[in-house]
């Protein structure tokens, strides 16, 4: 069954770091551009980062320079390296494997089931 799954997310103090991965079942993440997004409650999904096949990545403003996204050819996974976090980096994290890299969401053919963050003292 082709699906992407989310993991890493849990409860962190303002200023923490927690990496969350995203493991591709029955295709290769190498092939495609990768998307994170979050959505907070009574919010709108918004794009964290993406990354294209070809490596190259984009940071929304709000993470930018404490986020990071990779990919590990080998074990078909990509990461979201969380540092610095804040409290309103709290929202439920999602994965996203398209054809093309975009910040808006749209055009990815695959999405995981997302993973809880919350950053709270």
């Known amino acids: 069954q082709v699906q992407l799954v989310e993991s890493g997310g849990g409860l962190v103090q303002p200023g923490g770091s927690l990496r969350l991965s995203c493991t591709a079942s029955?295709?290769?993440?190498?092939?495609?551009?990768i998307g994170w997004f979050r959505q907070a409650p009574g919010k709108e999904r918004e794009g964290v980062s993406c990354m294209s096949s070809g490596d190259s990545t984009f940071y929304a403003d709000s993470v930018k320079g404490r986020f990071t996204i990779s990919r590990d050819t080998a074990k078909n996974t990509v990461y979201l390296q969380m540092s610095s976090l804040k409290p309103e980096d709290t929202a439920v994290y999602y994965c996203?494997?398209?054809?093309?890299?975009?910040?808006?969401?749209?055009?990815?053919?695959?999405w995981g089931q997302g993973t809880q963050v919350t950053v709270s003292s």
């Open positions: 996203a494997a398209g054809q093309w890299a975009s910040i808006s969401g749209t055009g990815y053919d695959y």
């Open positions: 029955e295709f290769t993440l190498d092939y495609y551009a």
